[in-house]
Structure formats: structure tokens, C-alpha cells
């Protein structure tokens, strides 16, 4: 059975940091895009960040470019999102998902096929 689970969000205050961890289990992910999506109340799906099976590139919503930071760790089959200067409209809960499709960077949710649980992030102002 394959898992995703974050882990890392919590409350900060605006101008603070929080990095957050998706840990996957049941399957290893290391030729797999992996990405990051949030959800704000009554707001859609939102790509955050997507990162190559390498690590070697990486792409990220324009809200998000120069405060966040993707990176993975395939030895441990884990992703990571590194956010900095948050601000209190990335207030949202964040999810990690696995991506099986190759070529161009997958930015839409029904490019994922795993997905995590999501973890709360809330940044006061």
C-alpha cells in the first residue's frame, strides 16, 4: 500500500519559516516527479511546487519563486518544501503527491496519482 505523509506545518508568524517532509513508504518514488499542492478554505487546488526524479529541476508557482524551496532525498524516499518569508495568504493545507507521467513538468492535480493527507500551515499576520 502506497503512503504519503507530511509532516512539519504548524502556526508562524508572518516573515517565518517551516519546512515540511513527505515521506513515502510501499513504493519507491526516485524516477517520479514529485510535487506540492495547497488548499486555502473555499479556494481550489493550488501547485505550489514540482521538483524531477533527479532533483536537478524544479518549478514553482510565481506567488512562491524565491521564498520556497523543493528539494528530495531519494535514499530516504522523501520530499521536501523549505518556505521562507511566508506571508499570511500561504496559509493554506499542504499535500505532497506523486506524479507517473514523464516529459513536461506536471503541474495539474490529475497529473498525481498518490497523494498525502495534507498538513496544516497557518501563517499569522
Known amino acids: 500500500q502506497v503512503q504519503l505523509v507530511e509532516s512539519g506545518g504548524g502556526l508562524v508568524q508572518a516573515g517565518g519559516s517551516l519546512r515540511l517532509s513527505c515521506a513515502a513508504s510501499?513504493?519507491?518514488?526516485?524516477?517520479?516527479?514529485m510535487g506540492w499542492f495547497r488548499q486555502a478554505p473555499g479556494n481550489e487546488r493550488e501547485f505550489v511546487a514540482a521538483?524531477?526524479?533527479?532533483?536537478?529541476?524544479?518549478y514553482y508557482t510565481d506567488s512562491v519563486k524565491g521564498r520556497f524551496t523543493i528539494s528530495r532525498d531519494n535514499a530516504k524516499n522523501t520530499v521536501y518544501l523549505q518556505m521562507n518569508s511566508l506571508k499570511p495568504e500561504d496559509t493554506a493545507v499542504y499535500s505532497c503527491?506523486?506524479?507517473?507521467?514523464?516529459?513536461?513538468?506536471?503541474?495539474?492535480?490529475?497529473?498525481?496519482?498518490?497523494w498525502g493527507q495534507g498538513t496544516q500551515v497557518t501563517v499569522s499576520s
Open positions: 503527491a506523486a506524479s507517473l507521467r514523464v516529459g513536461p513538468f506536471p503541474i495539474q492535480g490529475n497529473e498525481y496519482t498518490y
Open positions: 521538483i524531477s526524479w533527479t532533483g536537478g529541476r524544479t
Open positions: 510501499g513504493r519507491t518514488f526516485y524516477r517520479n516527479y
